[in-house]
């Protein structure tokens, strides 16, 4: 049972949008910043979003972060076939002595 | 370009320890930690801790403990996992990831050791 909860699968078609959600509690998620991964069949995971909705270098403007509260949404727009993918989201939780929290995951799949 | 190299794979017997290394290749980089996180197969990512290079202060996370530590040495630029006491259920790939980014996120990643344990 992951402490992030993300609906395990997520589908669309090319050019539309998904949206891939995470939510937790106030000691992760409600104040600490929150990660998106995307990790392609057979490769390690790549920092997709970090601070809640800042994108590496590199990372298209395709994929966007947004935090309200206890939740988080990743959205991919103009969906492509390469964006079929596992994403996981992420973030610090403040209890215990503190440590990184993961969903469990969901898988995308471009129809 | 900067990359994280890992050592290869590993087969350790029930009870076992296993260490795993991670040099950073390339340009190098000051300032970030070093987290290291495991995939079972067909399962999610799982952390297991991080440690900072500049004081090798670490964060363990609790499943591991009692069983696991993270070290760096800085001259090679080279950070270490070990785990001890493995059990069938470590079976895994383990990966390095470095945050350079001044927060918890992990914006480089290795490719992974495969650590098999079985009898």
């Known amino acids: 049972q992951s402490v992030l909860t993300q609906p395990p699968s997520a589908s669309g078609t090319p050019g539309q949008r998904v949206t891939i959600s995470c939510s937790g509690s106030?000691?992760?998620?409600?104040?600490?910043?929150l990660y998106w991964y995307q990790q392609l069949p057979g490769t390690a995971p790549k920092l997709l979003i970090y601070?809640?909705?800042q994108r590496p270098s590199g990372v298209p403007d395709r994929f966007s972060g947004s935090k309200s509260g206890t939740s988080a949404s990743l959205v991919i727009s103009g969906l492509r076939s390469e964006d079929e993918a596992e994403y996981y989201c992420a973030a610090w939780d403040d209890s215990v002595s503190g440590y990184v929290v993961f969903g469990g995951g969901t898988k995308l799949t471009v129809l | 370009d900067v990359q994280l190299v890992q050592s290869g794979a590993e087969v350790k017997r029930p009870g076992a320890t296993v260490k795993i290394s991670c040099k950073i290749s390339g340009d190098t980089f000051s300032d970030y930690f070093m987290h290291w996180v495991r995939q079972a197969r067909g399962n999610g990512l799982e952390w297991v801790g991080l440690?900072?290079?500049?004081?090798?202060?670490?964060i363990y996370a609790e499943n591991f403990q009692d069983r696991v530590t993270l070290t760096a040495d800085t001259s090679s630029v080279t950070s270490y996992m070990e785990l001890r006491s493995l059990r069938s259920d470590d079976t895994a790939v383990y990966y390095c990831?470095?945050?350079?980014?001044?927060?918890?996120?992990?914006?480089?990643w290795g490719p992974g050791t495969l650590v098999t344990v079985s009898s």
């Open positions: 440690v900072d290079p500049a004081d090798g202060d670490t």
């Open positions: 601070r809640d909705n």
């Open positions: 106030g000691s992760n998620i409600g104040g600490n910043f």
């Open positions: 990831a470095a945050g350079t980014l001044r927060d918890y996120s992990m914006n480089l």
